[in-house]
């Protein structure tokens, strides 16, 4: 069957520190993987794409890399800060249509 | 970044009655809508894809005539909750893309019927 797996256990780290969340899926080719945040209440806010020919992206404090021989997604956030205390959605996309299928999230909370 | 707005943020609605939700993309004009719906810290799951002017798309398992969606124009889609019951209640949200781009996602809706 189609998977995919985030950690729903929460992430709990001190600040500073660099947080590390996985992104695994089955049975799924997607030609996108995309990282969104969401915050309690509220609607995703999108983060970062990478595409199946990518291997790495990097914007600002934030990294995401996509192996698809692993079907794996790793999104990593550096210098982490209380603020990015959040929920983070990894969700793919099919070459053949817009539709997002999304992961139940990791959520992250960062210590001050 | 893209604006969608979503109204209302919240509704509380009698069983039994129907509840519009309205979806804008404010600053582009979208190919496509989605509506989702999210139980408390589970996924998002997908229930139908809109295309202005043209039946929504709905996906295995959703009602077509408990969840009306309109899509009249490039900036709305609405979608209707007919004769909500109290299992209706969760949080919906829509989100719009343009082509080959990052999905844009409503504040999202969280609806309570008693």
């Known amino acids: 069957s189609q998977k995919i797996e985030q950690n729903s256990e929460a992430l709990n780290i001190q600040e500073g520190k660099t947080a590390t969340l996985t992104c695994n899926y089955t049975?799924?080719?997607?030609?996108?993987l995309q990282w969104y945040r969401q915050d309690p209440g509220r609607g995703p806010v999108f983060l970062l794409l990478?595409?199946?020919?990518?291997k790495e992206k990097r914007k600002e404090r934030l990294k995401v890399t996509f192996d698809t021989t692993l079907k794996q997604s790793l999104f990593h956030i550096t210098a982490s800060q209380p603020a990015d205390s959040a929920t983070y959605l990894c969700?793919?996309?099919?070459?053949?249509?817009?539709?997002?299928?999304f992961g139940s999230g990791t959520r992250l909370l960062v210590r001050p | 970044g893209a604006v969608v707005s979503q109204h209302p943020s919240r509704v509380i609605c009698k069983s039994g009655t129907s509840v519009k939700i309205e979806c804008r993309s404010l600053?582009?004009?979208?190919?496509?809508m989605f509506w989702y719906r999210q139980f408390p810290k589970q996924s998002l799951m997908l229930m139908a894809t809109?295309?202005?002017?043209?039946?929504?798309?709905?996906e295995q398992g959703v009602e077509k005539d408990k969840f009306l969606i309109n899509h009249a124009s490039l900036t709305l889609s609405t979608l209707t909750v007919t004769s909500a019951h109290p299992e209706d209640s969760s949080f919906y949200i829509c989100?719009?893309?343009?082509?080959?781009?990052?999905?844009?996602f409503g504040q999202g809706t969280r609806l309570t019927v008693v």
């Open positions: 969700a793919l996309r099919m070459d053949s249509s817009y539709k997002l299928i």
């Open positions: 049975n799924y080719s997607p030609a996108y």
């Open positions: 990478i595409r199946e020919n990518e």
């Open positions: 600053d582009f004009q979208a190919t496509t």
């Open positions: 989100s719009a893309t343009r082509k080959n781009t990052e999905a844009f």
């Open positions: 809109s295309n202005e002017g043209s039946k929504a798309t709905y």
